[in-house]
């Protein structure tokens, strides 16, 4: 019996210490990420001082509204599943051309004040980023970000002709 025992408490000593320690994550405020934004870009596509002056409204624009689907995500991820609204494939539809629209004023925006070498780097940069994100995404379960079982398996059927 006090083998047993003792098994036991080694066993959870064991399991409690071999977990992860997971430090806090550092949260930023909007300005100082918007702060760090800009120095990265200044840095990486060498930008000028004009430049800066005419990007940092577009960053804290975009920092501002991310800050707010954050806020709002955090907010319905509280409520139960089933209270949560189901959304249609209509609104799903004008989620996508909404996110596409914005997405396409900010090239434009971007193509305006960078030249065509730094928004080339821009732009390469902005794709490294999106992987990035699907990545983490793919890490943490998501299942829309990433392929699903059904997805995985058809993917080696070859076309009916």
């Not at 320690?21 to 120095?39: A, D, N, R």
């Not at 709002?72 to 494939?89: A, C, Q, Y």
């Amino acid at each position: 019996m006090k083998k047993i025992l003792l098994l036991a408490v080694l066993f959870i000593s064991i399991t409690a210490f071999s977990q992860k320690k997971q430090h806090p994550k550092t949260e930023f405020t909007t300005e100082q990420k918007t702060q760090l934004i800009i120095k990265k870009m200044t840095i990486d596509l060498d930008l000028t001082p004009k430049q800066v002056a005419k990007i940092t409204p577009i960053v804290v624009e975009k920092a501002s509204k991310m800050e707010a689907r954050k806020a709002e995500f955090k907010s319905k991820k509280g409520d139960h599943k089933s209270k949560r609204k189901i959304l249609s494939s209509d609104d799903k539809f004008k989620m996508a051309m909404a996110h596409l629209e914005e997405q396409e004023t900010l090239q434009n925006k971007m193509k305006n004040i960078l030249d065509k070498e730094q928004y080339v780097t821009w732009k390469k940069m902005h794709k490294k980023h999106g992987e990035k994100r699907k990545q983490i995404a793919m890490k943490h379960g998501d299942k829309k970000k990433g392929d699903s079982r059904r997805e995985r398996n058809h993917k080696h059927e070859e076309p009916k002709a």
